[in-house]
């Protein structure tokens, strides 16, 4: 496993903040903005990454194309949701990083035309910011932010830019272990 970028203290701060439109409310009241931002804007591709969030995708019939889990919320292990996925890859990533494994594992489900489902083994987190460099524009990548709501990254030029200058500033560590 090479561990390709490790998340430093300041940015942690900083992803503490959305990376896109924040929904605020209950799990129906999100899914309901959602939905409504789906039927308008239409997105190429919807991309969940975290448990609670592909789960409730799911239940309220809003099915991603990739889902990202690590059968975990708030650190707690949780049964595995059922999201509907043709394939399943399984990756390991630490928590605090993004591992070369993880990031050929998300280009290589965004190149299918299937819905896909990666369960990490560690951490899930981090792979919002390779989600959104990787998928094409015009789609969207949703994910929890906790006690608050849902975030959705419309991925543009911009966007993938920003999430560029964010790995740029991660610690570049190339370890095999």
Same mark, same amino acid.
Request: aromatic share 6%; hydrophobic share 40%; net charge positive.
């Given at each position: 496993?090479?561990?390709?970028?490790?998340?430093?203290?300041?940015?942690?701060?900083?992803?503490?903040?959305?990376?896109?439109?924040?929904?605020?409310?209950?799990?129906?009241?999100?899914?309901?903005?959602?939905?409504?931002?789906?039927?308008?804007?239409?997105?190429?591709?919807?991309?969940?990454?975290?448990?609670?969030?592909?789960?409730?995708?799911?239940?309220?019939?809003?099915? #991603?194309?990739?889902?990202? /889990? !690590?059968?975990?919320?708030?650190?707690?292990?949780?049964? =595995?949701?059922?999201?509907?996925? %043709? +394939?399943?890859?399984?990756?390991?990533?630490?928590?605090?990083?993004?591992?070369?494994?993880?990031?050929?594992?998300?280009?290589?489900?965004?190149?299918?035309?299937? #819905?896909?489902?990666?369960? /990490? !083994?560690?951490?899930?987190?981090?792979?919002?910011?390779? =989600?959104?460099?990787?998928?094409? %524009? +015009?789609?969207?990548?949703?994910?929890?932010?906790?006690?608050?709501?849902?975030?959705?990254?419309?991925?543009?030029?911009?966007?993938?830019?920003?999430?560029?200058?964010?790995?740029?500033?991660?610690?570049?560590?190339?370890?095999?272990?």
């Amino acid at each position: 496993m090479t561990i390709i970028y490790t998340l430093t203290p300041k940015l942690r701060r900083k992803l503490k903040e959305p990376l896109g439109m924040l929904i605020r409310g209950s799990f129906k009241e999100t899914m309901e903005g959602f939905r409504d931002i789906v039927e308008k804007e239409k997105p190429s591709r919807t991309i969940s990454v975290g448990d609670t969030v592909s789960k409730n995708l799911a239940r309220n019939r809003l099915f #991603p194309q990739l889902s990202i /889990v !690590d059968n975990r919320v708030m650190r707690k292990s949780v049964q =595995a949701a059922p999201l509907v996925a %043709e +394939s399943t890859i399984y990756v390991k990533n630490p928590p605090g990083t993004i591992t070369e494994e993880a990031i050929a594992a998300i280009q290589d489900a965004l190149k299918s035309n299937c #819905p896909v489902k990666i369960v /990490v !083994d560690g951490e899930e987190d981090l792979l919002a910011l390779i =989600a959104v460099l990787y998928a094409p %524009e +015009s789609s969207f990548v949703v994910y929890g932010q906790p006690y608050e709501g849902v975030v959705v990254v419309k991925v543009t030029a911009q966007k993938k830019a920003e999430v560029t200058q964010i790995l740029k500033a991660m610690e570049n560590v190339r370890k095999a272990k």
